[in-house]
């Protein structure tokens, strides 16, 4: 299974919008509906921000949208922070019933 | 609150196997599935495979068969992820994570996440 593919790198000013794109497969991201999005600030675990493509657990700020398009999941920051500085990662449940990973994407907020 | 501790840093020598253990709080497991995901210094993260521990059943990443054997111990709320036959990329953070969801609905996302245990592989 090749991992998702992510952009390495976005920016944004303080209080502008970015988008996140995860490009998948029919396979992965195009199966099932199971996109999800990780945040990671530097030295510290993983945290969910978006499940089943659109979905937020409680205590995420509804900042952080997804959606999805065919074989692409995306998420979108609106309203940039400073705390949202950090690496995302998308994954997906899979049709071989395991799950895959993105690449990742460094967010620097100028 | 959920969370999951588990076991020390480990250094080993190549060609060894390494044992990581995570333990939940009361009742973290029953109905979930448990995930090991591993990341390399300054690398993305890695799925490995998941654990049923109701039923013990397993699925692994064709990467990790034949190497990697994850298994529960229910009466004291512990998963292990064993990996063999060790090699030098190895060496990572590895982190027991539990799939979210709602009664019977499975979110197909990690919720919570264990500290992460680092192995070195070196000679």
């Keep these: ?110 | 609150q959920v969370q999951l501790v588990q076991s020390e840093a480990e250094v080993k020598k190549p060609g060894a196997s390494v044992k990581v253990s995570c333990k939940g709080s009361e009742n973290t497991f029953s109905g979930y599935y448990m995930h090991w995901v591993r990341q390399a210094p300054g690398q993305g993260l890695e799925y490995m495979g998941w654990i049923y521990p109701d039923s013990g059943g397993t699925k692994y990443v064709q990467k990790f068969q034949g190497r990697v054997t994850v298994t529960r111990d229910t009466s004291i709320t512990t998963v292990y992820m064993e990996l063999s036959s060790l090699r030098s990329d190895d060496t990572a953070l590895y982190y027991c994570v539990r799939e979210g969801k709602i009664g019977l609905a499975y979110w197909g996302a990690f919720d919570i996440w264990g500290q992460g245990t680092m192995v070195t592989v070196s000679s």
């Excluded at chain 1, 690449?103 to 100028?110: D, P």
């Design chain 1, 1 to 110: 299974q090749s991992a998702l593919t992510q952009p390495p790198s976005v920016s944004g000013s303080l209080g502008q919008s970015v988008t996140i794109s995860c490009t998948g497969t029919s396979s992965d991201v195009g199966y099932h509906n199971r996109a999800s999005w990780y945040q990671q600030p530097p030295g510290t675990a993983p945290k969910l921000m978006i499940y089943e493509v659109r979905n937020r657990p409680s205590g995420v700020p509804d900042r952080f949208s997804g959606s999805q398009s065919g074989n692409t999941a995306s998420l979108t920051i609106s309203g940039l922070q400073a705390e949202d500085e950090a690496d995302y990662y998308c994954s997906s449940f899979t049709t071989t019933g395991l799950y895959v990973f993105g690449t990742g994407t460094k967010v620097t907020v100028l």
